[in-house]
C-alpha cells in the first residue's frame, strides 16, 4: 500500500500525518477506547438501518386489499371489478366526481358494506363477511361526513358510547379515556356540552375523538387504520385547514392509526393530507400518483376534475 501525506511550505513533515500515526490511531485493542467507540458506532448504526428496513418491510405489505370487488345499487353499478391495495403507514386519498363510488369503498374497507363480488383481506386475512361477524386483525375506524353525532347524548357519552355500552370499564375510566380523546382533536373540557352547542368543525373533531378512542384492555380494538369520509365537507377554509392538520397530527401522534384512507372534494385537503392519491371514474380506479404529480400529468380525467372544466371525459348526469 503507498501512503500518501503532504509536505508543508517549510520543507518538513508533518508528523500528525505519518502513516505510523495513523495506524496508532486505528489500532485498536480489546480494551481500547478506539473500539469501545467503534463497537458504539457500528451497534448505532445497525440498529438505525434495522429499524429503517423493518420500516420499508411494513409499508411494502399490503394491509388493505380489495380484489375484483364489484357493488351494485339496483341497476347502477357502483364498483366494477375494482382491485385495491394500502399499505401500513400509507396516507391516501380517493378523488374523482360524485357517485363515483369512493365512499362506498370505504363502507366497503370498514365491514359496514357486503361487496356483491369479490375478495377483502384485512393484513392478510380474507374478511368473511361483515366486521360484526368475526373481528378483523387490525382495528379499523371510521368518520362519518355527517359526524353522525347523537343530538340526546352528551359529548362525553357520543365519544365514549361504545365504551359505555360494550366495555367492562368503569364510569370514571371512560370519562378519562374520553377526556384524553378529546384533548387529542383540541377540544379539551366540553364533555358536558351537547352536539347542538358545537360548531360544524367541533362537531367534525368530536367524532375524530369518537373514532380513536378505544378500550385499553383490548388492544386489538385501538384503531390502526381511519377512515374518513369527506371531513371537510361544509366547513370553511379556515375549520377546514385546523382538519387538515388534524388528519396528519393523529397519524403522527396517536398510539396507533399510523395508516388512513380519505375521501374528499376539496382541492387543499387532497394537497395536505394525502401522500397517495387514486382516481375513481364509473366505479373503476382510472389513475394513481402523488400529490406533485397532480399537476404535471396528462391524464385527462385527472386534468379536467382539477381545472373544473365541463368539457372532457367526465359526463355529468343530467
Known sequence: ??????????????????????NEDKKVGPHSPNRRTHAKFVMSLSDGLVRRVLKESAMKKPLIELKGVSKRFGSNTVLDNLDLTIYRGEAVAIIGPSG???????RIIAGLLLPDQGEIYIDGQRR????????????????????ALFDSLTVDENVGFFLYEH???????????????????????????????????????VSFARAIIADPEQPSGMPEVLLYDEPTAGLDPIASTVIEDLIRDIQGYAS???????????????????????????????????????DT???PLVRQFFSGSVDGP????G
Open 256 to 294: 396507533s392509526c399510523g395508516t388512513y384512507v380519505i375521501v374528499t372534494h376539496q382541492d387543499s385537503t387532497i394537497r395536505r393530507t394525502a401522500d397517495r392519491i387514486i382516481f375513481m371514474y364509473q366505479g373503476k380506479a382510472h389513475w394513481e400518483g402523488s400529490v406533485e404529480e397532480i
Open 297 to 299: 400529468t396528462e391524464h
Open 167 to 205: 366495555s367492562k370499564l368503569r364510569s370514571r375510566k371512560i370519562r378519562e379515556l374520553v377526556d384524553n380523546s378529546l384533548e387529542q382533536v383540541g377540544l379539551p373540557g366540553i364533555g358536558d356540552r351537547y352536539p347542538a352547542e358545537l360548531s360544524g368543525g367541533m362537531r367534525k373533531r
Open 314 to 317: 367526465i359526463q355529468m348526469a
Open 100 to 106: 363515483t363510488g369512493k365512499s362506498t369503498i370505504l
Open 128 to 147: 368473511k363477511g361483515l366486521v360484526e361477524d368475526a373481528p378483523d386483525p387490525v382495528g379499523i375506524g371510521m368518520v362519518f361526513q355527517q359526524a
Open 1 to 22: 500500500m503507498i501512503h500518501r501525506y503532504e509536505v508543508p511550505e517549510n520543507g518538513k513533515k508533518d508528523l500528525d500525518h505519518r502513516p505510523e500515526k495513523e
